[in-house]
């Protein structure tokens, strides 16, 4: 583009038009208000709410004895991208970029990274390692409702075991959380099944492709979420969703689809880690679970029990339409993943919950007092005075009272209307007259009562109010 000024007869310059309106239109310009889809703004009460989950679950994960692990929100590809959930997807189902000539990707479990640590400090850790983690996780995947691509994630996991007992307590420890966090036992179900069984299904299907197997696996684990005619079509030639993007089927033939559906309809449970499992839960006194071949885990590296937890009350969205909510969490034992990283036989299993997924529901379900503490206002008249009104916020926040001086530079209606804004409990005037009178003066913002005290007393009134 010429951004040269082009000279007139009369000595005046002017830019040439296309500069101009190049110009103009990038004056325009603004970034986009909206969010990516498939990630979220968390406001206070969703976010208080959180914390409460938060500590009901370490108060939980102390009393069973785990011990706390973050490990970064990045790893290595390769570290993880054998096991993804979503591979129909481009980009594989993670989020991902090249590094000084390595890729490296944003976690989609805490699993996988939890796998590497285990087999980089293989020799200083106790066997069994039991460990739990809070983090955020994303996944490269279509977002739905409560389905978040960014989202905290709690996990707990047992690593170096083959007994089943792991498997079970997670279960129970589950169970635990979420009735600390104020659901009771009929507001969800542990739905358990093992891997052995689609083991046994392919063989018996004679299917022995890697890539069909995962195909007809990941489309198995959408059973609840899309129902057994859509899932038909995922196992089959592939299904188009109603925007239109179409997800390429397992290529099963119709007698094998229906071999796949009367297998996972039985409900006797044949395998012998499910009947131990399910001896361990009668010992636990634990019968709040239901045995579903149906459950299925998408991921690749289960190999043997695997766990759903599921909610049975009815949870909407935000136009207050009933939806298809699905689990919450879930795991299973994945004996195989640690060795992946090298010679290293360290068995294990875990569960985990998505914790902002988790949230969605139980706001709807739990009707929570949030007691937020709001600030008392002095209100700012003078900035001349200003050291008068830090003595005061001085005073107040010595006795642990949230309080500010109004921060902005607006007249005394719009530090009223900031004070409403927060919902102040009430404000402090400390102008000339109270300076001069040597008293200070509270506004109730509940009930509008103003009362006059001095400096003495200044704790003992605000208190009264707040």
Request: hydrophobic residues 35%; positive net charge; glycine residues 6%.
């Amino acid at each position: 583009m010429v951004r040269a000024a082009v000279c007139g007869t009369e000595g005046r310059q002017f830019e040439s038009v296309p500069v101009y309106q190049e110009m103009k239109k990038e004056k325009k310009l603004k970034p986009p208000k909206e969010l990516p889809s498939g990630f979220d703004d968390r406001q206070e009460k969703e976010l208080l709410i959180r914390d409460f989950v938060i500590s009901k679950i370490k108060e939980v994960m102390i009393k069973y004895g785990f011990q706390y692990l973050e490990t970064p929100s990045f790893e290595y590809t390769e570290s993880i991208g054998k096991y993804l959930p979503d591979k129909e997807r481009p980009g594989e189902g993670v989020f991902s970029f090249k590094d000084e000539n390595r890729w490296i990707s944003l976690r989609y479990d805490l699993t996988a990274p939890l796998a590497r640590y285990v087999a980089k400090n293989f020799n200083s850790i106790p066997k069994p390692f039991k460990r739990y983690q809070l983090g955020t996780v994303w996944r490269n995947e279509k977002p739905g409702p409560g389905r978040f691509r960014e989202f905290l994630q709690f996990d707990a996991d047992y690593v170096g075991t083959k007994n089943l007992q792991a498997d079970a307590e997670l279960c129970v420890l589950i169970s635990e959380v979420l009735e600390k966090c104020g659901l009771n036992k009929n507001d969800f179900t542990v739905k358990i099944s093992s891997r052995n069984i689609t083991d046994r299904l392919f063989k018996k299907l004679k299917v022995n492709s890697k890539e069909q197997i995962l195909a007809t696996l990941r489309a198995l684990d959408k059973i609840e979420r899309l129902g057994w005619n859509e899932v038909k079509k995922l196992l089959g030639e592939g299904r188009k969703d109603k925007s239109g993007d179409y997800t390429k089927g397992a290529k099963l033939k119709s007698d094998q689809i229906k071999i796949i559906e009367d297998t996972l309809k039985n409900d006797s449970p044949e395998t012998e880690d499910m009947k131990e499992i399910i001896k361990i839960f009668k010992a636990y006194n634990f019968t709040n679970y239901k045995f579903d071949p149906s459950i299925i885990r998408g991921l690749e590296y289960y190999t043997g029990p695997i766990f759903e937890v599921n909610l049975n009350f009815e949870v909407k969205n935000l136009n207050g339409q009933t939806i298809q909510f699905g689990s919450i969490g879930g795991g299973g034992r994945y004996d195989d993943l640690v060795s992946n990283f090298g010679n290293i036989d360290s068995p294990a299993t875990g569960i985990s919950i998505g914790i902002d997924r988790f949230v969605y529901a139980l706001m709807q379900k739990k009707n929570f007092d949030i007691s937020r503490i709001n600030p008392v206002i002095i209100c700012l008249f003078d900035q001349n005075n200003i050291s008068e009104y830090i003595k005061i916020l001085n005073k107040l926040r010595e006795a642990n009272i949230s309080s500010e001086i109004y921060p902005g530079n607006g007249n005394l209606k719009k530090q009223m209307e900031y004070a409403n804004k927060i919902q102040s409990p009430c404000v402090i005037f400390y102008g000339d007259n109270e300076i001069k009178n040597r008293e200070i003066k509270l506004k109730n913002l509940r009930t509008g009562e103003e009362i006059s005290t001095n400096f003495e007393n200044l704790i003992n009134e605000t208190k009264k109010i707040i």
